[in-house]
């Protein structure tokens, strides 16, 4: 009976520190960012997590490329001159962050896989769907999430 309770001991201080471990890698320093890039409300909070509040200009998203908003889970391009698209930032693959935009390609780090600019749709595997389509508004050099 010792060796079954040192088990539990030794099983159970291995699990509360994997769950240390995995909150730390949640962690972000992205909020002191979105407030700097968005601006912060009255309440001091970023805007565009508000629905609506600015999230880009127009100026910051490059042609054929785009930007990802981490805190917002959206990555906006500019396929063509200026036509803005805003998708999912979430890898369909496996749920990764995608990291760029260039070549109008979203490209996400994990393994690989590479999306339209345009539309969204696979250009390079192992992801088989495509980014969700978000809802933004441009409106003169203002980009909100609709």
């Known amino acids: 009976?010792?060796?079954?309770?040192?088990?539990?001991?030794?099983?159970?201080?291995?699990?509360?520190?994997?769950?240390?471990?995995?909150?730390?890698?949640?962690?972000?320093?992205?909020?002191?960012?979105?407030?700097?890039?968005?601006?912060?409300?009255?309440?001091?909070?970023?805007q565009a997590a508000q629905g609506g509040g600015e999230i880009a200009k127009t100026s910051?998203?490059?042609?054929?490329?785009?930007?990802?908003f981490k805190d917002q889970d959206v990555v906006i391009t500019q396929p063509e001159a200026g036509t803005f698209k805003a998708f999912s930032a979430t890898c369909t693959h496996q749920g990764c962050p995608v990291a760029s935009v260039a070549n109008n390609e979203i490209v996400c780090p994990c393994h690989g896989s590479k999306f339209s600019a345009k539309d969204g749709a696979v250009t390079n595997g192992p992801a088989t769907k495509p980014l969700a389509e978000k809802s933004i508004t441009v409106s003169g050099d203002s980009i909100t999430l609709a």
Request: proline share 4%; charged share 15%; net charge negative.
């Open 1 to 46: 009976m010792t060796d079954t309770t040192r088990r539990a001991v030794i099983f159970g201080a291995g699990g509360a520190g994997l769950a240390v471990a995995l909150s730390a890698c949640g962690a972000s320093d992205g909020d002191a960012t979105a407030s700097a890039d968005q601006g912060t409300s009255q309440d001091g909070q970023p």
């Open 60 to 68: 910051d998203i490059p042609q054929g490329g785009g930007k990802v």
